[in-house]
């Protein structure tokens, strides 16, 4: 620094939300280090996946009988919709990292001292993958 630049005392940081931004669950996230050293996460939520059609039988009295859904095998599917994409470089996802600890050390202690767990019962597991 050149002398006599004297540093602020303090910044402030004002927030603003664009009109289109969405909060969003996420059920998982898909990601790794991309080609260029960043980190690069898609979150996603999951579903049953939805039949490609559905018919119903109509009887000659013209009333619509029960719901008929193709087999389509007997493997399961799910279907995994990713909703925001997100890239950020090592040092960004180093403070990430270090504020999502935080954040999940100081809910631990909470449950600890009301001796209760999680909100939702599921998979000790969340959806982590690559």
Do not use: C
Request: aromatic share 10%; charged share 25%; net charge negative.
């Amino acid at each position: 620094m050149s002398k006599g630049y004297k540093l602020p005392a303090r910044i402030r940081y004002e927030y603003e939300i664009k009109p289109d931004a969405a909060l969003e669950y996420a059920h998982g996230v898909w990601g790794g280090v991309n080609p260029h050293g960043e980190v690069e996460m898609n979150f996603y939520t999951e579903s049953d996946k939805l039949p490609s059609f559905s018919e119903r039988i109509i009887s000659p009295d013209g009333s619509i009988g029960h719901e008929i859904i193709p087999a389509e095998g007997e493997q399961k599917a799910v279907t995994r919709n990713v909703h925001s994409r997100i890239v950020m470089n090592y040092n960004t996802a180093r403070a990430l990292y270090e504020w999502l600890d935080e954040k999940l050390s100081a809910l631990e202690a909470e449950w600890e001292a009301a001796g209760t767990g999680p909100m939702f019962d599921g998979p000790g597991s969340g959806g982590l993958e690559q």
